[in-house]
């Protein structure tokens, strides 16, 4: 079964501190990998999307990498507005159509 | 930027009442789609829409129709509400080609049903 699966579920960390979130996918014919921020009781906002393995893509203190199993959404020296939960999301292509599989995320605060 | 748009922030309706969430984009995006979001479910698929007139069952259509009169408009209709139909409502939109379809989301509707 295709599935999406990101951890932690939450991470709590110091300002400044810096870590990575995991998403891990199993789906055939990936076509890409993308990454959304989502506020309390806002819509996601797109932050990234990842094509291929080995592939990185930055912003501000995000940067995001490809394997063919996994993402990482790496934070350095994250600021307080950094927290947020973090989706990841993977495309798949079955035959004639393609699908969005979103993962649960993980909620990240950053303590002042 | 991309812009979408939903027609309600907050919603509280009464059993059994109809209602309407209305979803515009101005991308001139051919995708439209639905997804309610619970704690601890994620976001679920409820209807997704391909072009005008077109209409695809997501994960959780039960209790759920939907409309596509315009390609910028995306309404979804609960015919008769259930307090289990509490929820935040997420519409995005998104091209339709053969490659990467990046999804830009609305900012919500926090529907809660008495």
């Known amino acids: 079964e295709d599935q999406v699966t990101q951890s932690p579920e939450a991470l709590r960390l110091q300002e400044g501190e810096s870590s990575s979130l995991n998403c891990s996918y199993t789906?055939?014919?990936?076509?890409?990998l993308f990454w959304y921020r989502q506020d309390p009781g806002k819509g996601p906002e797109f932050l990234f999307t990842?094509?291929?393995a080995g592939e990185e893509k930055e912003k501000e203190r995000l940067k995001a990498t490809l394997t063919k199993k996994e993402s990482f959404l790496h934070i350095t020296a994250p600021k307080p507005e950094d927290s947020a939960t973090y989706l990841c999301?993977?495309?798949?292509?079955?035959?004639?159509?393609?699908?969005?599989?979103f993962g649960s995320g993980t909620r990240l605060s950053i303590r002042p | 930027d991309v812009k979408v748009t939903q027609s309600s922030r907050y919603l509280v309706k009464r059993t059994g009442e109809k209602v309407f969430l209305e979803c515009v984009q101005d991308?001139?995006?051919?995708?439209m789609f639905w997804y309610r979001q619970d704690p601890g479910l994620g976001l679920r698929l409820i209807y997704f829409?391909?072009?005008?007139?077109?209409?695809e069952k997501g994960d959780i259509p039960e209790g759920y129709s939907v409309s596509r009169e315009k390609k910028e408009r995306f309404s979804l209709i609960l015919e008769s509400a259930s307090t289990n139909q509490t929820s935040m409502y997420l519409c995005?939109?998104?091209?339709?080609?053969?490659?990467?379809?990046?999804?830009?989301f609305g900012p919500g509707t926090r529907l809660t049903v008495l």
């Open positions: 990842l094509y291929s």
């Open positions: 999301a993977v495309q798949a292509w079955y035959s004639s159509a393609s699908k969005i599989i």
């Open positions: 789906v055939s014919g990936l076509r890409g």
């Open positions: 991308m001139d995006h051919e995708n």
């Open positions: 829409s391909y072009d005008v007139k077109m209409k």
């Open positions: 995005a939109s998104s091209f339709r080609t053969s490659g990467v379809n990046e999804q830009f």
